[in-house]
């Protein structure tokens, strides 16, 4: 069974400052996973993903993710927030030897503040 | 960039009503999925959809639901005898064939489903 978990509802920021979004997962094999940003009244967009490799991803808008075995954390992170990243934020997690559809986490709503 | 639109982008329907959402994949992709979100929160997985027939479900996609790819280009959901608590944004989404299982899927803007 696969799952994820985002422990904060909501994560307030001021602009400039940086941010950690947080996200912990739990597979049976090896995780997939993966951030995806939501602005209002939109669809959820792909924002990076860790399959194999670099502990570290970096993805768009300069959002980077760490992905931690022996956390099993995949947390969020950005160097200095922008007022424009205020959006939902879902992580997502596929467990490799199970089912193909990923697991969505409930979302995080991130706030910049100016 | 190549998108996937959903029409419509609002859906009012009476309770009992049948409606159908529709979706038009990234060209390329061969895999589809429909998910619905409720009051902006948690994501639910409906159903996927590869090589003209479903290839998973969750509980919530029961007999009242129906996916159907028409033609080659639009991908529909039908919902029957709509109920109260299928008022939620429904989205589409779509990724590429070639190891699926590691490609991330993109999202259409969504449909807003209101049962009244």
């Known amino acids: 069974a696969q799952s994820v978990a985002q422990p904060e509802d909501q994560v307030n920021v001021a602009e400039g400052n940086p941010l950690t979004v947080k996200c912990t997962y739990s597979?049976?094999?090896?995780?997939?996973l993966f951030w995806y940003v939501q602005y209002p009244n939109r669809g959820l967009q792909f924002l990076l993903k860790?399959?194999?490799?670099?502990?570290l991803v970096k993805g768009s808008y300069g959002f980077e993710a760490e992905f931690n075995k022996s956390q099993t954390s995949f947390h969020l992170k950005k160097p200095s927030a922008l007022v424009s990243d205020s959006a939902l934020y879902f992580c997502?997690?596929?467990?490799?030897?199970?089912?193909?559809?990923?697991?969505f986490g409930r979302g995080t709503s991130l706030i910049v503040h100016p | 960039e190549p998108e996937v639109t959903q029409t419509p982008s609002h859906q009012v329907t009476q309770m009992g009503q049948e409606v159908i959402l529709r979706c038009v994949p990234i060209?390329?992709?061969?895999?589809f999925y429909w998910y619905r979100q409720i009051l902006g929160q948690k994501v639910e997985f409906l159903v996927s959809?590869?090589?003209?027939?479903?290839?998973?479900k969750s509980e919530i996609f029961d007999d009242q639901f129906s996916v159907e790819r028409p033609d080659g280009s639009n991908f529909t959901l039908k919902i029957r005898s709509t109920k109260l608590e299928d008022s939620a944004m429904y989205f589409c989404?779509?990724?590429?064939?070639?190891?699926?299982?590691?490609?991330?899927?993109?999202f259409g803007d969504g449909t807003r489903l209101s049962i009244l």
């Open positions: 989404a779509s990724s590429e064939a070639t190891d699926y299982s590691n490609q991330p899927q993109h």
């Open positions: 597979v049976s094999g090896n995780p997939y």
């Open positions: 860790y399959i194999t490799g670099d502990n």
């Open positions: 997502a997690v596929r467990d490799e030897g199970g089912s193909y559809i990923p697991t």
């Open positions: 060209s390329n992709h061969l895999y």
């Open positions: 959809f590869y090589n003209n027939e479903i290839s998973e």
